[in-house]
């Protein structure tokens, strides 16, 4: 249960973020199927390899800093730490931030949700 309705108000904004996950994954999909993949392959280890993050999260998510250990636990020097570097770089993850700001701002009435995108 919710404290108050501008806490739900922002819970919600997680649930509208199923889209962009999944166009995350196809974007993995697309990318291993370019490169050769088979189509059914990419799209088995692209959902398995996202449904094995999920689970890694969910297991810790009792703890608030989980996250933010995950993302220490990536190897220094590693693809992935040099992926998520990257992606912050061109503003992906601000992007993203933004995009949830604008869904709240739709929730509660404020605005249409739209983001300038020019």
């Not at 697309?30 to 392959?41: H, M, Q, S």
């Not at 799209?43 to 220490?72: C, F, H, P, T």
């Not at 992926?83 to 931030?97: A, D, I, P, R, V």
């Amino acid at each position: 249960e919710c404290e108050n309705e501008s806490i739900m108000e922002s819970m919600m904004v997680t649930t509208c973020m199923m889209g962009p996950v999944y166009g995350l994954m196809k974007t993995n999909v697309d990318f291993l199927i370019r490169n050769g993949v088979p189509a059914k392959d990419a799209s088995v280890v692209v959902g398995r390899q996202y449904w094995g993050m999920v689970k890694d999260a969910l297991a810790r998510s009792e703890d608030e800093n989980s996250l933010d250990d995950l993302i220490k636990e990536q190897t220094p020097g590693g693809l992935n730490e040099q992926t998520l570097k990257n992606l912050q770089g061109k503003g992906f993850l601000k992007s993203y931030e933004e995009a949830m700001e604008a869904v709240l701002g739709r929730i509660r009435g404020e605005t249409d949700g739209s983001i300038n995108t020019k």
